[in-house]
């Protein structure tokens, strides 16, 4: 396997990192910015090499190096800044995700495809519209990265470790997400066992607004994303068969029809194997479909409906 990393700002240089310390394999970092991906490529293989891990970060600016490469993960585009919203950024990223695309297939037409760049659910749609794949080979990560934000704050309200936690978001990456308080679980147990109405709704808005936070205080979120950027990466490479929240696209699951969308799947060799599709509530119906709706207009607006 040879992993490609598209964008080698804060979020790109971390899941490098990231899959470099889980030992995944080589990795090339991309970018326009002459120097950046090479910069952040030796810093990277500094530590790899005091750790003894022998994977190899290598930098380039030319999408010709990414020829063959089993996994490409494009995190390309301009981030969020304090205030915006991850909607605000969809005219911009979308032409980028879309020239990204092409030299996607162009130079790796058989990999597997994980798309991080903002807003996620539409970005989603148009790298899987642009590079004309498969729909098990292309995937957002934000439902990863959320989980990862549910989890926490379900560890502080409980003061439980997280490694008895499994927990669930789906839905839009955004306004619109979907944390899964009544599946998940601790240790088995259901969640609702042990959280009060109060409690409930707290970790719920905790989990929907916090990346506004962490991006206010700090200007970007870097070190989660780059962990969920290379839990995906892992299932496809170990193939894991691991149940993963991902954006894919749906052809009438959850009764949404042509977008990109959080949902649970089984990932692994294949890329999205399954959706696995959950007996929502009215409620839960609700929330999800409020962000079906957003991606859809979303989608509208540029033009790939």
């Known amino acids: 396997m040879t992993i490609t990393i598209i964008g080698s700002g804060k979020v790109g240089a971390s899941a490098a990192l990231n899959c470099g310390l889980r030992e995944l394999d080589d990795v090339l970092l991309l970018d326009i910015v002459q120097g950046l991906p090479q910069g952040e490529a030796m810093d990277i293989n500094h530590q790899l090499s005091e750790r003894g891990i022998d994977c190899y970060v290598q930098g380039s600016n030319d999408y010709h190096d990414m020829q063959g490469s089993d996994i490409v993960v494009l995190v390309a585009g301009i981030g969020r800044k304090p205030g915006m919203t991850r909607m ?20 790796a037409d058989e990999c597997k495809l994980i798309v991080v760049t903002n807003p996620l659910d539409p970005m989603t749609f148009v790298a899987l519209k642009q590079t004309g794949f498969r729909r098990n080979m292309v995937m957002g990560m934000g ?35 979907l944390p899964l308080i009544r599946f998940s679980s601790i240790a088995g147990i259901p969640l609702q066992e042990f959280l009060s109405d109060g409690q409930t709704s707290e970790i719920f808005e905790k989990t929907r607004n916090v990346a506004a936070q962490v991006i206010s205080a700090k200007g970007a979120t870097t070190h989660a994303p780059g962990n969920a950027i290379a839990t995906i990466a892992e299932a496809i490479i170990r193939d894991k068969k691991s149940v993963i929240p991902v954006s894919t696209f749906l052809d009438g699951e959850y009764g949404a029809h042509n977008l990109c969308i959080g949902v649970p799947a089984v990932i692994g060799s294949n890329g999205l194997d399954k959706i696995i599709e959950l007996r929502l509530n009215d409620y839960e119906k609700k929330i999800f479909n409020k962000g079906v709706l957003d991606v859809k207009g979303a989608i509208e607006s540029i033009g790939l409906n």
């Open 143 to 177: 439902g990863m990265l959320d989980l990862s934000r549910f989890k926490n704050f379900i560890s502080e309200a409980l003061e439980i470790s997280r490694g008895s936690i499994h927990a669930m978001v789906i839905g839009e990456h955004g306004e619109n997400m």
């Open 88 to 107: 605000d950024l969809l005219k911009t990223n979308s032409g980028i995700v879309g020239e990204v695309a092409q030299q996607i297939r162009e130079y």
